[in-house]
């Protein structure tokens, strides 16, 4: 595949000192929403959040773009990522779009677009040097690394990792399906689902060298058929989740941080026992205080609340709050943990709920926000 990039850089060097990037947790937020551009949505949306309140606040489009799907934000907070799952004309990639970001309006300036080197990416994450973005596509199921430039622009790929395999179901399994990316806290490995091998795979990173290679072992195996989607890792690195789409199940890992090894110790289901409709699942976030895990369901149209063992990492079953919407893809919890922000796909909609520390439950704030196919929802903290 051809490597080029498709927008020139903006010159300059914003790039900060590791040290100086530490965000704490504050009281004001800018809010980034990436969406699916095929009905009323226009791109990147952003909005003001308050933490004191609750009290989100529209400030429109922050960039115009074709399905900017995901988004991520770059550690020392200057610099927005997007993935674009629509094909590049002339290729047969999708594409990754750099911005900066201005704090003041929440508004997007494009610093240069270059191809995914795969199709349909759907998910990507800056590793804790600021240094890399990872992206992974799902249509073709590879891994890639883009370095960084020093002012937040994307040079050409350094490391690209095409999967091979197939899973249990041969309609949606025919084929490998990446579909994130998690970086462990030392930044020394990379954890990609992947939705048609069912595998979550492990890979070392080289944040010196820009480059990804298989861990030994290579991956874990989640149930078959399950379609592993999204992953998380619980605050104190030593267990983590990944929500299976297919089955609408997550499973629960204990993790070995220093051969970033993944165990399987628990499957638990996101459904009620009756319910009989179809679903699948989509986000996977752990709570801040680490007490808590959520799973959105796309069907059954809720959120799945899970309490965690702290000392075990297994899951308990304790509620599941409808999102007053249709779809939800995604979810985002605030910093502070005590709001979540749902992204309700097929029915336009962003919902607050304010976050009971204590049980983990939700509880709507009467917030209900009007946006075109949401898909991915990213606080950004504000001095």
């Given amino acids: 595949m051809r490597r080029r990039t498709l927008v020139s ?187 048609g091998l069912d595998q979550v795979l492990v890979y070392r990173f080289d944040p010196t060298g820009s480059k990804i290679s298989p861990n030994d072992p290579p991956f874990t195996q989640v149930p078959a058929g399950g379609g592993p989607r999204h992953f998380a890792f619980h605050p104190s690195q030593k267990f983590a989740y990944v929500i299976n789409e297919m089955k609408s199940t997550v499973t629960a890992f204990t993790y070995d941080a220093p051969k970033g090894a993944l165990t399987v110790i628990q499957n638990i289901s996101t459904l009620p026992a009756d319910f009989t409709g179809v679903n699948n699942t989509a986000e996977v976030q752990v709570h801040p205080n680490g007490k808590f895990v959520y799973g959105s369901n796309r069907g059954h149209n809720s959120i799945a609340v899970f309490k965690v063992d702290t000392k075990k990492g297994t899951l308990t079953e304790v509620d599941r709050t409808l999102t007053q919407g249709k779809t939800p893809r995604n979810f985002g919890i605030d910093p502070t943990g005590n709001f979540m922000i749902a992204a309700n796909q097929d029915s336009d909609s962003l919902v607050v709920f304010r976050i009971d520390t204590g049980t983990g439950r939700l509880t709507p704030t009467g917030q209900t926000l009007e946006v075109g196919a949401p898909v991915c929802v990213k606080f950004l903290a504000l001095p």
């Fill in 9 to 195: 850089l903006i010159p300059g060097s914003l790039l900060l000192p590791a040290a100086s990037w530490a965000a704490k947790p504050g009281k004001n937020y800018l809010v980034f929403v990436g969406t699916y551009t095929r009905g009323k949505s226009e791109g990147i949306y952003s909005y003001r959040f308050s933490a004191a309140t609750g009290q989100l606040t529209p400030l429109g489009v922050a960039a115009k773009s074709v399905n900017p799907s995901f988004v991520t934000i770059h550690p020392n907070g200057r610099f927005l990522y997007s993935v674009t799952e629509s094909t590049v004309p002339g290729t047969k990639s999708g594409s990754v779009t750099a911005f900066t970001i201005d704090r003041a309006t929440g508004k997007l300036t494009a610093l240069n677009t270059v191809e995914s080197h795969g199709t349909s990416p759907c998910h990507l994450n800056v590793d804790k040097t600021g240094k890399n973005l990872l992206v992974v596509n799902y249509g073709s199921g590879s891994s890639v690394v883009f370095p960084v430039n020093n002012d937040g622009g994307l040079k050409e790929a350094s490391s690209v990792i095409q999967h091979k395999g197939s899973g249990a179901d041969r309609r949606r399994q025919a084929g490998p399906h990446a579909h994130s990316v998690n970086l462990s806290a030392d930044n020394k490995f990379a954890m990609v689902a992947d939705l």
